[in-house]
């Protein structure tokens, strides 16, 4: 019995797995040609190759940077196209995302096992239809929203225990990684300072001192620049990052205002992306946003009556957060010109990570045994997963873009006519 309860999720961890590399495959060989893709994944192999992280589209401009943009190098060298540098951004997305589950569940006391399984479902349940989470394949694109949050994520596992460390995480996730994560790694690290509760003199110092930490990836960049090719270049990085962030917030606000759609008119305007979503779509983008602030509240107010293991320091981060999230889905839903999938997600991941991180507090607590539901549930996951994957072949016999793609600089990379 004991090595019955020990193989059946080891055979469903392997299942899961290949089906959902199959289905992960599966679209990178089928995807199409994005702009964003290439330029990412020309400045990194550029960087790799001559020290300069610069595309044909951007310039040394970037809006996803070295840290999150590193697995597409790898891929490219190993495998001289663009299906390899997708595959080899989905494989260390994987294993990043699964090493982080492991960490958070071991740390909430669950087993090795579970600790295992259960971040390999979510992680499956993220990328099968049609339960997927909204742009999934963005980690696939080399666009980086989904490793900055994976950067954030470990910076929030070692906060407590090696604080500097984890600023430097959140650094890199930011200047490194996706500015639009600027906010929240703000609150993160506001709420962790104030809930040390230090005296007024201790926590300037300390303010300073993660202040610095955070901003030495910047700091060691542009030393880098200089280093390398000299100030000037250094000077025109400095101003072409500020001249890119300024255009693009004012070209927003020029859209809006020449093209101005308000109130609920919004969501049914055909200008706005949003209207085109399914009903599914609409609902996971509702349920991971507002869903994550709701779940965040109730799991406060269950922490102060003691109802719930919940630390001051959970409390105020998790708060912050959720406030965060706030903010940025009311600017999204109400004044982003286009309200675009991709820029929604950094909402939709931290609010991912708040419902995991709520609801395993919730299990814990009330002594609730969810693992007959979860064998449940991935049975049903394995279900969907195999029909889906007898539908889809693992590359298209006919060809693709992806595998075609095989000079960053050429036209076989080009935008199609």
Partial sequence: MKKWSFLFPILLIVFSTILSWHQII????GSHYFGDEIANDQSIVSFFSNGSYKSVQFGLVYSSGIAVTWPGAIGWFLGQNLLAARISCAFFSWLFSLWLGFCFFREER?????????????????????????YWLGFL???????????????????????????????????????IYLPFVAVILLGHLLALKLPAKQLIKKSFLCFLTFMSPFLIWILWLSLKFGIPTMIEWITGQYQWVNFMMSHHQKVLSHNLVSGLERFNSPTMEWASYSIGTKMKN?????????????GVLLGHKKILPVSN???????FLACAIAVH??????????????HFQPSLYIGFGLFVFWLTKWIKSFSFNARPWLYIAALLLLSIQTIQGSKNHLLDPQGSYARSCVDLYGSSCARPH
């Fill in 286 to 298: 509702i349920m991971l946003s507002l869903g994550a602030i709701g779940i965040t509240f109730v």
């Fill in 313 to 319: 320091q959970e409390k105020l981060i998790t708060i």
């Fill in 110 to 134: 669950c087993s090795r096992i579970e600790s295992i399984v259960i971040p390999v479902f979510l992680w499956a349940w993220t990328v099968t239809s049609p339960f997927a989470l909204p």
């Fill in 26 to 29: 599966s679209m990178a060989d």
């Fill in 141 to 179: 694109h080399n666009l980086g929203e989904l490793n900055a949050v994976l950067l954030i994520g470990f910076g929030l596992f070692f906060l407590s225990r090696k604080l500097f460390f984890s600023t430097f995480l959140f650094g890199l996730a930011v200047w490194q990684g996706k500015l």
């Fill in 329 to 342: 889905t009311i600017g999204h839903f109400f004044f982003h010109p286009f309200m675009w999938q991709r």
